[in-house]
Structures are given as C-alpha cells and as structure tokens.
C-alpha cells in the first residue's frame, strides 16, 4: 500500500474506531464485536508504524478508552439424546418463554440456568453402582465406546456409595490451567480446549487421555433404576426411593452419591431474570474468572413433569434452549462472490474472502444466503465485511464496514442463467433456482445426498466425485451396478476397499420405504415427513415388494389387481387385496404433510422419470422391507382422534402411547373413526363425534383403561413400571 492511499484507510480505521469506542466505553452497547474493534486497531497500529510521519495525537492508538469414522466400537444409548435450539439475545429468551407458557396454558414458569461447559457429551452408566461404560454422544442414538478415557477422568468416582443403576449424562473438559500446560509441552499447536478433549476421548491409550487431565460435569439423569435400595442411610427414607422432582433435586442426589456438576447452578421465577443472568455470564471478564470454558448459558423448565409435558421435536428438546455468547467476529476483505447450485436447484451465493482466523478455524468462504439478503445488507465485492461463524459453526457476513469503501467496489450481480447448466433460472420465489432436473450440480449433490441419507460406509464425496468423472455413475441406483473392475480405477481403491465398498452395496440393498423417499431429496421432503408418507402408503396398501410399489405409482392407474398368497403379477391366483388409485388430495389429508409438499411430492413421485427410477431399483436388486408394526393392545386396529387441551399430557405422548397400544391417529372425525379422545376445550370435532355416535373418552378414562397411574403422564409409564425413572 502506497503513502497516498495508507493516509485514506488510516483515516476510516480512525473514524471506525473512534465511534466503536464512543459506543463502548461511553454508551455500554457494541456496533460490532470486541475482537472486530481489536483488530481494526492492529491494522491502524501497523499502518501507523509504516508511516509513522501520519500518526496524530488524537488518534485511537495514541489514547485510552473511547469479540463417527472412529474405530472405538459403537453402543446404542439407553435413552436417545438430543440436541438444544440456540438462542443469542433477550428478545429470542422471552420467544422461548412465551411458547413453554403458552403450551403449557399457565403464566408462571420456573427456569433452571446452568454454565454451558465448552466440551465433549458423554453419557455414563453405573451398576450395582460401578461404573460400567462411557459413551460418547454420536447421532443420539448409538454412540462410540469411550469407557477407557472416561475412565481417567479424576473426578468421576467408579465407585458409588450405593448399588444403584444409574445413565447419567453431561459434559466432559480440559481444564484452562492445564490446557495451557499441555500447550507448553507439546509440539502440536492445538486450536482450542474443545478440540484437544474431543481428541483425548476417542485416544486408543488411555494412559494419554490420563496425561491430559480430563474432567467431566454431569448434568442429565436417564433410565436409571433405584432398587436396590441404598444400604443405611441415603437420601430419602426407609425404603422409599430417591426423590427427583426437578434441577434442583437431581443436583442434591448427584451431591449424595457424589457425582460432579457444575456449582454455578440458579433457578429463577422470571424469564427477565434468566436473561439478567445470561447477560451477566456473556461478559468475557466473567468468564475469565472461571477455571473451565463455557460458551453459553443452558435454560431449561425447571419441573421435569413439565419437561415431560412439553417433549421433543425431532432434534431438539422443546424444555430447553442455549444462550449462545457472541460469537467470535473478525473482518476481511470480499474479494468475490460465487454462486453455487444446490441439490433442489437453489441458488446460494457464496463469499470468497481473504483468509481469517475465527474461533480457531481459518475461514475463507462464507454464505450469503439469497438475493434479499445481499439487497439488505447493501454489500458489494471488494468491500470489509465482517464474518461470524453462526452459533460457531457456519460462517456468514454480517455487514460491511461502508465507512471503509474505496469507491472501488462492484454491485454483486445474481446470475440469470444456472453457472453449472447455463438454463435459465426461476426467480417466481424466493430462493433462485434452477429447474433443469438434468443440472450436472444437482446430480452431483443429489448423488452426494442419496448415499450420506442412506449411510453407506465408504461411498464418500471424494468416492462419488471420482465415479462422475469417470461417467460410472448416472442416478443413484447406479452405485448397485458397480463392480470390482468399475471400482480398481478410482484412485486409492485397492483389492479390500474395493471389497468394502462392494459389501456395504450388497447391505443396503434392503431399504425401508422412508429411507428412499429421504435419501431421493426430493423438494421440501425431510426425513420426517419421508416416514410419515411412507407410513400413509402401507397404511393404503398394506406391506408390498417393489414391484407392487411400482403399480401402485403408476399413472394413469389400471383396474384394481388382485392378489393373493402364492399369486404373481402374472398370475394372482387368490383375491386377497386390490391396489388401490392414491391421489393428491389423499396426501394433503394427511396428518403433519401441508399442501406444498404434498404438491412436491405427488409431482415428483408420478413423474415418468422416477417411475424409472424406481423400475431400475427392482432390477438391481433393491427389496423394500417394513419394521414390525405394533400388533395387540387395547387400541389394536382403532382408528383415534384426539382434540383439545390436556391437564396433564402432551398430544405427542398421546399419540405415542396410543400407537404403542396398537391405535393409529387420524386427524379428523368421520364414519370409520372408532373413537375420539377428548379433552378441555374440545369444539367441532366433539359435536361431529356425538352426531355420528362414536365413543368419547376423556383423560381420566385414558388413564383408567390404559392401568396408568392418574400422577404418571408419559408413554411408558404406567403402574407396572412406575419404578424405573426416565428423567431429563
């Protein structure tokens, strides 16, 4: 950089600075993070040394004051984990708080507040009061076997003063005082504390992970059962069993068996209050006085009968979220803007940035999201932009730093044409897309989906980027025709991955419905929306083979064939049931599937192309199977409707226990309803469902049929079993 324009930047980086530091140090509020502020002041610094003939006395720098392919065996968690929403202001707390209250119809919430350790998940489980095996959190289902690092943890006892069975979950770290001191001995240069205890816990030596001083703090109790009884005297009395009603109560018990939590544990009547504690702890000199990193604050509903009540969505707990700090915000320059096409088609403009390091990483690409977001954001190429890694994960562009132009800098222009296909893109939304279904980019990503969606071990990026180039591959049903000659030219394939990759071919050739339907990435169809339609199709039709699923999906529909035990499409001997013509409507009917994807649905299912498709799948070898649905119980072949509110329990338990008794729920009231389970508030379909005479039960009568205790409200907790615990 030249003197001339050295004298320009150094005067914006002046002005910059000044008004960060008038918000700052004089108004108590940021216009952009402290690491931005921090490090628009280095770069003043070394111009300012450049040239130090420029540096004035009021300059800032011259004042003071005005940011799972592991080879540890896999367990299947006892009860499955999920994962917390994310939250980053007071204005997303009271969003939170207003959603507990309003499901749970009451306007006073107590909420327990916990210090989110900075660390690795881990579940552990205890046996006749051992410990017995440590888990590792995985998808939250089935985890990696970490019981010989856990092991060393210090402050975990193997021993517990009573022989209880417990699967109690939490965090496992490094402490800041001896992630500095691994630092000053080792050679490696590791990003942060995080990062060095996620390494240690999947070490094959456990004498390593004991070298780096793990510690753990637990949080979470599971399916834990309490008998036998404590020896002597525990907490509780005689021979009644622990009680656990809430945070506070789950803390005390882990004090009495001596199992570590963290101690900065509050519980507060106010959601204002919450998010005065919350602010509190996002200030870095708070933080800094801690022994452990944290990077935000858990809120979760204190009562765990109301957690209960409030359940899950299919990711998240809907009792809890975490506050996120601030994440770690640097600038950079935007030297370009590239477009990349996904696999539905969308449009995602994609900034290329001058490498900057943030949260430990280096970022040199970062989204920015659609063309609204650039219109609003008013950025342009060449611009300094600042960057954030989003909840520390995706980095994205905040904004740029206008005072900063050059007047050198370039309108970002969306294109009109696809960059992979040159078809002319859709813009009827507001997502671009492109809808040329024959995009070499959307085939790759939807290649690059199918096998992720359906878990086939070694069928990888690289793997499916090299299969392309060497035109092996067409559509998905193409990876079931390669062999081991296809395979030998790609690079690195050898005799036994090839071997490996051919074996784990052959295993997924078994598919549930769902799983194709997910895998396929079709338009606004996820994974929970792909088993809700495929159970509508076997609810239709029964259990089918492929070849059945492909009349079934033909378009225009024959006359209903009939089949029967022993009976073939050539040849269907014995009438046993007919394919029955499905339609649009019927899936918009469906419970949980709104109009616009059953729309994407239907189109893509009756296409030509994916009736292809699915013919090729038969031809391969593809074979549908079903898991076994639930038969017997009080419900068995009773179709449900379920309307208003319930004291005691959500709908989603409702529903589970309902299905588990072999019911299925519908969502509206009809001639074939066997019976509507009413509660508070019950309006129109209780009116329609005493006109067509169907029996009504209320909750009591749920409870009372079921042989639930009234107290107990849950799926799986009935009088039988009131003795194991499932807490959250």
Known sequence: MNKKDAELRIKQLRKKILEANQAYFNENREIFSESVRDQLKKELISLETQYPDLITPDSPTQRVGAPLTSKLPKIPHKSRKFSLADIFNAEEAREFDARV????????????????????????????????????????????????TIRT????????????????????????????????????????????????VRQLDPQIAAERYLQVFLYTLGKSNFLPLPRGEGWGEGNKKFKIKNQSDLFNFFDQVGL??????????????????CEQWSDKKSREKLWYDIDGIVIKVH???LRKRLGYTAKTAK????????????YTKLLDVHFQVGRTGAITPVGILEPVEIAGS?????????????????????????????????????????????????????????????????????????????????????LLYFAKTLKIDGLGEKTIEALLELDLIHSPVDFWKLDQFDLVQLPGFKFKKVENLLMSLEKRKKLQLWEIFAGLGIRLV???????????????????????????IKLPHPTPLLLGEGASRENPAVPRKAVAKFSLDQLIAIDGIGEKVAESFYQFLTSQRTQKLFKEFKEVGVELVWEKETTGGIFSGKKIVITGSFAGISRDELKKIIVQNGGKVSSSVSSATDLLLAGEKAGSKLKKAEELGIEIWNEEKFYRELGMENSHRGAGHGAKNSENLSLF
């Open 260 to 277: 570590p939590h963290e101690s900065d544990f509050q519980v507060f009547d106010d959601i204002e209050k919450v998010i005065k504690f």
């Open 303 to 305: 009562d765990f009968d």
């Open 101 to 148: 209250k309003r499901f749970l119809k009451t306007e006073q919430i107590d909420y327990s507040c916990e210090l989110k350790i900075d660390g690795i998940n881990v579940t552990i489980w205890y046996e006749n009061g051992k410990f017995s095996r440590a888990i590792s959190r995985g998808d939250g289902k089935i985890g990696e076997d970490i019981t010989h």
């Open 153 to 200: 943890c210090k402050n975990l006892p193997l021993q517990l003063p009573y022989d209880i069975d417990l699967e109690v979950s939490g965090e496992c770290f490094i402490a800041k005082q001896n992630f500095a001191k691994i630092l000053e001995k080792s050679r490696e240069n590791f990003a942060n504390s995080r990062n060095l205890t996620a390494g240690t």
């Open 319 to 330: 009792y809890a979220v975490a506050w996120k700090f601030p994440a770690e915000e640097k």
């Open 526 to 552: 996820g994974t929970e929306n792909a088993k809700i339609l495929a159970n509508f199709f076997r609810g239709k039709f029964g259990e089918f083979t492929m070849a059945e699923f492909l009349e079934i």
């Open 362 to 446: 280096t970022v040199s690409r970062a989204t920015l999201h659609n063309s609204d977001e650039i219109s609003r954001k008013k950025i342009k190429i060449g611009d300094t932009v600042i960057v954030r890694k989003a909840g520390d994960i995706i980095p994205e562009i905040l904004e740029p730093l206008t005072d900063l132009r050059t007047g050198e800098e370039q309108e970002i222009k969306f294109p009109r044409n696809c960059p992979e296909c040159g078809e002319i893109l859709d813009n009827s939304e507001k997502i671009t897309r492109c809808l040329n279904p024959n995009c070499p980019a959307r085939h790759r990503e939807n």
